[in-house]
DNA sequence: GCTTGCTTCTGTAGTGACTACAGGATGCAT
DNA sequence: ATGCATCCTGTAGTCACTACAGAAGCAAGC
């Protein structure tokens, strides 16, 4: 039986996440021992990291939730996995290239940003529309 | 005198969100009319964009607040947006590191799953830490 | 068996930056 | 006079945590 503390070390999610993710209902609720702490199993432990990695790769508590029931249902999940997937690669696809657009505007308002002048050529760039 | 429809139009910024602004004290209490409404000028409207501006290039409220105290500021001003704008860049540019790598896992994710079969290497690989 | 210090418990409130109502008043065109 | 768009205040919800407060349990050393 495993404590909140070691299940935390060993799954990467922190101890009141671990309690939040059981008050949402998003993990199940852990047994308890006679004096009312919570005790893991290695599967619930499993559960944690897979849920850490699902979020650690940017999809929603949804998605990740979505997923982890498909890891134990039927023979059809593999489509609905590609489909939350694919979608959520192009959606991180999508804000790359924004990111990227907005990396460039930094540099160039950063390096118009000539030091010790007594108007801001950088300030002026976020004046203009 | 601009409503608040129409200023929300001019700057981007949706009406319930310059209520925030307002709320939050973001932005100065706009004036209002005999009816109690939202009286806005073209300053105001400019100071909208400005935070606007601020906020697509992906700086917290908190910088674009500061940035814009600095529009109206003395001197030293540069070095400050300077400071800012590199620090911000940064961020990005770990954010954009991030989300590389993120896209990488995803793709290879999303190419593994091969349909039909009726087991998921997608799902086997959000298993495995 | 007592103290010390770490871990855990429940419950509540806060974060950032909005967004979404509900329920009512106002403004304007027909 | 009627209808519809716009606006008002105030409150609550979103997402995914994070941060307490105050109390109780546990393990080790003295």
């Known amino acids: ?25 998003i993990i199940s609720k852990a047994v ?13 432990i499993s559960e944690l990291r897979f849920i850490k990695r699902c979020r650690d790769l ?6 990740a939730v979505a997923l982890r029931n498909l890891a134990d249902a039927p023979s059809d999940a593999c489509e609905t996995v590609e489909r939350l ?13 924004e990111l990227r657009k907005l990396e460039k505007a930094l540099v160039e308002l950063v390096a118009n940003c000539a030091k010790g002048q007594s108007d801001c050529p950088m300030l002026d760039a976020l004046k203009a529309r």
Chains 1, 2 share one sequence.
């Open 58 to 63: 940017g999809f929603s508590i949804q998605d």
């Open 1 to 25: 039986m495993i404590a909140i503390g070691e299940a935390s070390r060993l799954s990467g999610v922190s101890i009141e996440t671990i309690r939040y993710y059981e008050r949402e209902g």
């Open 85 to 97: 997937g694919s979608k959520h690669l192009s959606d991180v696809q999508a804000k790359l290239a």
């Open 32 to 44: 308890r021992t006679a004096s009312g702490r919570r005790a893991y199993s290695d599967t619930e």
